[in-house]
């Protein structure tokens, strides 16, 4: 039942600045088991009409992919047929021409099913993630991690 006492909730996605935004949704996606968003027949209809310069795309996944953003979806989430653009969860990656200069704000818990810690940090280790450091507190057990795209 839909409550209409009060504005609806809205709808937000995770930006993420990175140097290489095709090279982190590809590992994103990988590591969450997430969908590479394609855009492709949204940025060829607006090649078509003109709207866009080819400079603006690339070629990813065997088809046009804007050059400098990248996104990731749940695949169970709704999206919009006609652009590709998820409609739920997801991080869209931008471009930034600067390097990371300190520490990040906001990260990324990737949580396991219960035992699984160990095979789920080997498992983004061999999709390109480091292991930082191992923490064993009072408070609990957790493994911190950085993506392969964390220098930049």
Do not use: C
Request: aromatic share 6%.
């Amino acid at each position: 039942m839909t409550s209409t006492s009060g504005p609806a909730p809205l709808h937000f996605k995770i930006v993420v600045d990175a140097t290489a935004p095709h090279a982190q949704a590809d590992f994103w996606a990988a590591a969450l088991h997430y969908e590479v968003e394609d855009n492709g027949a949204l940025i060829e209809k607006l090649l078509g009409f003109g709207a866009v310069p080819a400079e603006l795309t690339v070629e990813s996944h065997g088809r046009r992919a804007w050059r400098d953003l990248a996104a990731v979806r749940h695949p169970d989430d709704p999206y919009e047929k006609e652009s590709g653009t998820g409609l739920g969860r997801r991080l869209l990656f931008q471009r930034v021409p600067e390097a990371k200069t300190g520490k990040n704000r906001v990260h990324l818990d990737v949580h396991s099913a219960d035992g699984g810690r160990e095979a789920e940090a080997a498992r983004l280790e061999a999709l390109g993630a480091s292991v930082v450091r191992r923490v064993k507190e009072q408070g609990g057990e957790w493994v911190v991690m950085a993506d392969p795209n964390t220098h930049n």
